[in-house]
Protein backbone atom coordinates (compact mmCIF):
# COMPACT_ATOMS: atom_id res chain seq x y z
CA UNK A 1 0.00 0.00 0.00
CA UNK A 2 0.92 3.26 -0.85
CA UNK A 3 0.78 6.22 2.20
CA UNK A 4 0.52 9.82 1.80
CA UNK A 5 -0.12 12.97 3.22
CA UNK A 6 -2.94 15.29 2.49
CA UNK A 7 -3.60 19.39 3.19
CA UNK A 8 -7.04 20.47 3.06
CA UNK A 9 -6.54 24.01 3.47
CA UNK A 10 -10.40 25.90 4.07
CA UNK A 11 -11.14 29.41 5.09
CA UNK A 12 -12.03 28.31 8.61
CA UNK A 13 -10.28 24.93 8.97
CA UNK A 14 -7.05 23.11 8.43
CA UNK A 15 -7.00 19.38 7.93
CA UNK A 16 -3.87 17.39 7.90
CA UNK A 17 -4.49 13.64 7.11
CA UNK A 18 -1.94 10.37 6.53
CA UNK A 19 -4.20 7.68 4.45
CA UNK A 20 -3.38 4.94 1.86
CA UNK A 21 -4.98 3.97 -1.67
CA UNK A 22 -7.78 1.68 -0.28
CA UNK A 23 -9.10 4.77 1.67
CA UNK A 24 -7.33 3.76 5.20
CA UNK A 25 -7.08 6.72 7.09
CA UNK A 26 -4.25 6.44 9.65
CA UNK A 27 -4.45 9.72 11.25
CA UNK A 28 -5.88 13.28 10.58
CA UNK A 29 -5.91 16.27 12.80
CA UNK A 30 -7.75 20.35 12.26
CA UNK A 31 -6.07 23.13 12.95
CA UNK A 32 -7.66 26.46 14.01
CA UNK A 33 -7.35 28.59 10.58
CA UNK A 34 -9.64 31.92 11.12
CA UNK A 35 -7.47 34.57 10.49
CA UNK A 36 -3.90 32.82 11.25
CA UNK A 37 -0.91 33.78 9.85
CA UNK A 38 1.20 31.99 7.45
CA UNK A 39 4.25 32.37 9.32
CA UNK A 40 2.74 30.19 12.06
CA UNK A 41 0.94 27.86 10.69
CA UNK A 42 2.98 26.48 7.59
CA UNK A 43 5.83 25.21 10.55
CA UNK A 44 2.75 23.69 12.65
CA UNK A 45 1.41 21.86 9.10
CA UNK A 46 5.01 20.35 8.72
CA UNK A 47 5.44 19.59 12.54
CA UNK A 48 1.42 17.75 12.58
CA UNK A 49 2.45 15.67 9.44
CA UNK A 50 5.69 14.46 10.79
CA UNK A 51 3.63 13.33 14.09
CA UNK A 52 0.69 11.72 12.10
CA UNK A 53 3.13 9.85 10.19
CA UNK A 54 5.16 8.76 13.66
CA UNK A 55 1.81 7.43 14.91
CA UNK A 56 1.09 6.15 11.74
CA UNK A 57 4.75 4.21 12.37
CA UNK A 58 5.73 5.31 8.74
CA UNK A 59 8.57 7.67 8.34
CA UNK A 60 7.73 10.63 6.38
CA UNK A 61 10.52 10.04 3.72
CA UNK A 62 8.53 6.57 3.00
CA UNK A 63 5.68 8.59 1.60
CA UNK A 64 6.27 9.08 -1.46
CA UNK A 65 4.28 12.50 -1.92
CA UNK A 66 2.02 14.86 -0.44
CA UNK A 67 -0.82 16.91 -2.04
CA UNK A 68 -2.70 20.39 -0.88
CA UNK A 69 -6.40 20.74 -1.63
CA UNK A 70 -6.59 24.91 -1.53
CA UNK A 71 -8.90 27.53 -2.33
CA UNK A 72 -8.54 29.63 -5.29
CA UNK A 73 -7.75 32.29 -6.70
CA UNK A 74 -4.11 30.73 -6.46
CA UNK A 75 -1.04 30.14 -8.79
CA UNK A 76 -1.45 26.58 -9.28
CA UNK A 77 1.34 25.74 -11.76
CA UNK A 78 3.66 26.99 -8.97
CA UNK A 79 1.63 26.02 -5.99
CA UNK A 80 1.34 29.91 -4.56
CA UNK A 81 -1.70 30.90 -2.25
CA UNK A 82 -1.76 34.39 -3.94
CA UNK A 83 -5.33 35.56 -2.02
CA UNK A 84 -7.39 33.40 -0.66
CA UNK A 85 -10.80 35.07 -0.06
CA UNK A 86 -11.23 33.91 3.72
CA UNK A 87 -7.40 34.21 4.67
CA UNK A 88 -6.52 37.91 4.82
CA UNK A 89 -3.03 37.27 6.04
CA UNK A 90 -1.83 34.64 3.36
CA UNK A 91 -0.69 36.76 0.23
CA UNK A 92 1.54 35.53 -2.22
CA UNK A 93 2.49 32.29 0.06
CA UNK A 94 4.82 29.63 -1.52
CA UNK A 95 3.12 26.91 0.42
CA UNK A 96 4.41 23.98 -2.23
CA UNK A 97 7.73 24.60 -1.89
CA UNK A 98 7.78 25.72 1.24
CA UNK A 99 6.43 21.79 2.40
CA UNK A 100 8.33 20.29 -0.39
CA UNK A 101 11.68 22.14 1.38
CA UNK A 102 10.74 20.52 5.07
CA UNK A 103 9.21 17.43 4.30
CA UNK A 104 11.60 16.05 1.56
CA UNK A 105 9.40 14.62 -0.76
CA UNK A 106 7.04 15.46 -4.02
CA UNK A 107 4.43 17.30 -3.71
CA UNK A 108 1.55 18.73 -5.69
CA UNK A 109 -1.03 21.79 -5.51
CA UNK A 110 -4.72 21.33 -6.63
CA UNK A 111 -7.69 23.35 -6.38
CA UNK A 112 -10.16 22.34 -4.18
CA UNK A 113 -12.77 21.45 -6.19
CA UNK A 114 -10.70 19.21 -8.29
CA UNK A 115 -9.61 17.68 -5.31
CA UNK A 116 -13.12 16.90 -4.41
CA UNK A 117 -13.46 15.25 -8.06
CA UNK A 118 -10.48 13.40 -6.89
CA UNK A 119 -11.32 12.23 -3.55
CA UNK A 120 -14.89 10.62 -5.51
CA UNK A 121 -12.90 9.10 -8.15
CA UNK A 122 -10.27 7.13 -5.71
CA UNK A 123 -12.71 6.70 -3.01
CA UNK A 124 -16.57 7.42 -3.37
CA UNK A 125 -19.22 7.65 -6.28
CA UNK A 126 -16.41 8.23 -8.82
CA UNK A 127 -14.57 4.91 -8.46
CA UNK A 128 -14.07 2.76 -11.86
CA UNK A 129 -15.28 5.78 -13.96
CA UNK A 130 -13.27 6.97 -16.92
CA UNK A 131 -15.50 9.97 -17.93
CA UNK A 132 -17.38 12.11 -14.95
CA UNK A 133 -18.40 15.82 -13.95
CA UNK A 134 -18.12 16.51 -10.18
CA UNK A 135 -20.06 19.73 -8.74
CA UNK A 136 -19.80 21.08 -5.58
CA UNK A 137 -22.86 22.83 -4.97
CA UNK A 138 -22.79 24.55 -1.61
CA UNK A 139 -21.87 28.21 -1.47
CA UNK A 140 -20.47 28.68 -4.69
CA UNK A 141 -20.85 26.33 -7.20
CA UNK A 142 -17.55 24.62 -8.66
CA UNK A 143 -16.16 21.44 -10.53
CA UNK A 144 -14.01 18.99 -11.12
CA UNK A 145 -13.48 17.03 -14.78
CA UNK A 146 -12.78 13.69 -15.23
CA UNK A 147 -12.15 12.96 -19.26
CA UNK A 148 -10.57 9.81 -20.75
CA UNK A 149 -9.52 8.64 -16.82
CA UNK A 150 -7.48 12.12 -16.58
CA UNK A 151 -8.36 15.24 -14.11
CA UNK A 152 -8.61 18.06 -16.86
CA UNK A 153 -6.80 21.03 -15.58
CA UNK A 154 -6.78 23.14 -18.79
CA UNK A 155 -4.46 25.68 -20.46
CA UNK A 156 -2.39 28.37 -18.90
CA UNK A 157 -5.20 29.45 -16.66
CA UNK A 158 -5.86 26.24 -15.54
CA UNK A 159 -9.16 27.03 -14.96
CA UNK A 160 -10.84 23.62 -16.42
CA UNK A 161 -13.80 23.26 -14.43
CA UNK A 162 -14.63 26.05 -13.63
CA UNK A 163 -18.40 25.19 -14.45
CA UNK A 164 -20.30 27.48 -12.13
CA UNK A 165 -18.82 30.35 -14.26
CA UNK A 166 -20.83 29.37 -17.59
CA UNK A 167 -23.00 31.95 -18.50
CA UNK A 168 -26.92 30.97 -18.77
CA UNK A 169 -28.68 34.19 -18.92
CA UNK A 170 -27.58 37.19 -21.50
CA UNK A 171 -27.47 40.23 -19.19
CA UNK A 172 -28.83 37.95 -16.08
CA UNK A 173 -27.77 38.20 -12.64
CA UNK A 174 -24.73 39.87 -11.10
CA UNK A 175 -22.26 36.89 -10.77
CA UNK A 176 -19.43 37.50 -7.34
CA UNK A 177 -17.51 36.87 -10.25
CA UNK A 178 -17.80 39.88 -12.21
CA UNK A 179 -19.79 38.50 -14.84
CA UNK A 180 -23.45 38.30 -15.48
CA UNK A 181 -25.49 35.44 -16.01
CA UNK A 182 -23.48 32.70 -14.65
CA UNK A 183 -24.82 29.57 -13.27
CA UNK A 184 -23.60 30.47 -9.80
CA UNK A 185 -25.59 33.47 -9.74
CA UNK A 186 -28.70 31.03 -9.90
CA UNK A 187 -27.84 28.18 -8.35
CA UNK A 188 -25.17 28.97 -5.21
CA UNK A 189 -26.36 29.13 -1.88
CA UNK A 190 -24.46 32.36 -1.37
CA UNK A 191 -26.42 34.25 -4.27
CA UNK A 192 -29.89 32.24 -3.15
CA UNK A 193 -29.68 33.95 0.11
CA UNK A 194 -28.35 36.99 -1.31
CA UNK A 195 -31.10 37.48 -3.77
CA UNK A 196 -33.65 36.80 -0.81
CA UNK A 197 -32.21 38.57 1.61
CA UNK A 198 -32.64 41.20 -1.34
CA UNK A 199 -36.21 40.76 -2.34
CA UNK A 200 -37.62 39.93 0.96
CA UNK A 201 -36.20 42.23 3.35
CA UNK A 202 -39.17 44.91 3.21
CA UNK A 203 -41.73 42.32 3.74
CA UNK A 204 -41.68 40.83 6.97
CA UNK A 205 -44.87 38.76 6.85
CA UNK A 206 -43.68 36.64 4.68
CA UNK A 207 -42.80 32.72 5.33
CA UNK A 208 -39.08 32.82 4.77
CA UNK A 209 -38.86 36.04 7.06
CA UNK A 210 -40.83 34.59 9.37
CA UNK A 211 -38.88 31.65 9.41
CA UNK A 212 -35.26 33.49 10.66
CA UNK A 213 -37.39 35.62 13.28
CA UNK A 214 -37.31 38.58 10.89
CA UNK A 215 -33.26 38.92 10.89
CA UNK A 216 -32.90 39.44 7.43
CA UNK A 217 -29.53 38.24 7.26
CA UNK A 218 -30.50 34.52 8.80
CA UNK A 219 -31.98 34.14 5.60
CA UNK A 220 -30.33 31.49 3.74
CA UNK A 221 -30.85 27.62 1.50
CA UNK A 222 -32.08 26.10 5.03
CA UNK A 223 -34.87 28.58 4.97
CA UNK A 224 -35.73 28.20 1.85
CA UNK A 225 -36.05 24.29 1.79
CA UNK A 226 -38.16 24.52 4.79
CA UNK A 227 -40.48 27.12 3.16
CA UNK A 228 -40.57 25.12 0.14
CA UNK A 229 -42.18 22.31 2.42
CA UNK A 230 -44.38 24.06 3.79
CA UNK A 231 -45.71 25.18 0.11
CA UNK A 232 -45.28 29.03 0.20
CA UNK A 233 -45.51 30.15 -2.82
CA UNK A 234 -42.45 32.92 -3.17
CA UNK A 235 -40.37 29.49 -2.29
CA UNK A 236 -41.86 27.61 -4.57
CA UNK A 237 -41.31 30.01 -7.64
CA UNK A 238 -37.70 30.46 -6.46
CA UNK A 239 -37.44 26.42 -6.54
CA UNK A 240 -39.10 26.07 -10.02
CA UNK A 241 -36.33 28.52 -11.19
CA UNK A 242 -33.34 26.96 -9.35
CA UNK A 243 -34.30 23.90 -10.85
CA UNK A 244 -34.78 25.28 -14.33
CA UNK A 245 -31.13 26.35 -14.25
CA UNK A 246 -29.94 23.70 -12.91
CA UNK A 247 -31.05 21.51 -15.77
CA UNK A 248 -29.74 23.80 -18.06
CA UNK A 249 -26.36 23.72 -16.44
CA UNK A 250 -26.49 19.45 -15.84
CA UNK A 251 -27.75 19.91 -19.62
CA UNK A 252 -24.97 21.66 -21.20
CA UNK A 253 -22.39 19.25 -19.53
CA UNK A 254 -24.13 16.17 -20.62
CA UNK A 255 -23.79 17.38 -24.10
CA UNK A 256 -20.50 18.53 -23.93
CA UNK A 257 -18.41 15.90 -21.94
CA UNK A 258 -20.81 12.80 -22.78
CA UNK A 259 -20.34 11.94 -18.81
CA UNK A 260 -20.82 8.44 -17.18
CA UNK A 261 -21.70 10.15 -14.04
CA UNK A 262 -22.50 13.42 -12.95
CA UNK A 263 -21.75 13.55 -9.04
CA UNK A 264 -23.51 16.05 -6.59
CA UNK A 265 -22.39 18.33 -3.69
CA UNK A 266 -23.84 19.20 -0.47
CA UNK A 267 -26.88 20.89 -1.87
CA UNK A 268 -28.33 17.40 -3.78
CA UNK A 269 -27.49 15.07 -0.37
CA UNK A 270 -28.46 17.59 2.07
CA UNK A 271 -31.67 17.88 0.37
CA UNK A 272 -32.67 15.01 -1.48
CA UNK A 273 -35.50 13.97 -3.89
CA UNK A 274 -36.84 17.25 -3.34
CA UNK A 275 -33.96 18.87 -4.94
CA UNK A 276 -33.02 16.24 -7.40
CA UNK A 277 -36.49 15.30 -9.08
CA UNK A 278 -37.49 18.54 -10.26
CA UNK A 279 -34.09 18.75 -11.80
CA UNK A 280 -34.37 15.31 -14.07
CA UNK A 281 -38.04 16.11 -14.92
CA UNK A 282 -36.37 19.55 -16.70
CA UNK A 283 -33.32 17.85 -18.01
CA UNK A 284 -34.62 16.63 -21.53
CA UNK A 285 -35.61 20.04 -22.35
CA UNK A 286 -31.78 20.70 -22.16
CA UNK A 287 -29.53 17.71 -24.07
CA UNK A 288 -30.20 14.75 -26.24
CA UNK A 289 -31.69 11.47 -24.53
CA UNK A 290 -28.49 9.15 -25.61
CA UNK A 291 -26.22 11.35 -23.53
CA UNK A 292 -28.89 11.86 -20.97
CA UNK A 293 -29.71 8.64 -20.47
CA UNK A 294 -25.92 7.24 -20.16
CA UNK A 295 -25.62 9.43 -17.44
CA UNK A 296 -26.18 8.66 -13.93
CA UNK A 297 -26.75 11.51 -11.55
CA UNK A 298 -25.86 10.68 -8.24
CA UNK A 299 -24.63 12.00 -4.89
CA UNK A 300 -21.39 12.52 -3.42
CA UNK A 301 -20.72 9.53 -1.23
CA UNK A 302 -18.17 11.24 0.61
CA UNK A 303 -20.40 13.66 1.85
CA UNK A 304 -18.90 16.37 4.47
CA UNK A 305 -15.75 13.92 4.99
CA UNK A 306 -14.76 14.96 1.35
CA UNK A 307 -12.40 17.05 2.96
CA UNK A 308 -10.53 14.79 4.81
CA UNK A 309 -9.84 12.57 1.29
CA UNK A 310 -8.80 15.45 -0.97
CA UNK A 311 -5.52 16.04 -0.58
CA UNK A 312 -4.55 12.82 -0.16
CA UNK A 313 -6.77 11.80 -3.45
CA UNK A 314 -4.66 14.62 -4.99
CA UNK A 315 -1.37 12.82 -3.99
CA UNK A 316 -2.10 9.61 -5.33
CA UNK A 317 -3.16 11.47 -8.67
CA UNK A 318 0.30 13.09 -8.73
CA UNK A 319 1.51 9.67 -8.44
CA UNK A 320 -0.38 8.44 -10.41
CA UNK A 321 0.40 10.97 -13.29
CA UNK A 322 4.01 10.86 -12.46
ZN1 LIG B 1 -19.46 33.94 -12.26
Redesign the pocket.
Known amino acids: MTTVIGFDIGGTKLGIGVGDESGKIFGMTKIDNVNTDPNDILPLMVSEARRLCAEAGVKVSECPAFGISAPFPADALRGIMTEPPNNPKWRNVPILSYLQNELKIPGCFENDANCGALAEWFFGAGRNCRDFIYLTMSTGIGGGLVCANQLVRGGKALSAGEL ?2 ICLQLDGRQ ?5 KG ?4 YCGGRALALRMQAELKDKPDSMIMQLVNGDVEKIDMIALEKAVRANDPYALALWDEMALRNAQAFGLFINAFNPEKLILGTMAWAIGDLFTDPILKNLPRFCWDEPREACQIVSSELRRNIGAYAGIAAALNYLKEH
Do not use: F, W
Open positions: GHCNCGQCYEA
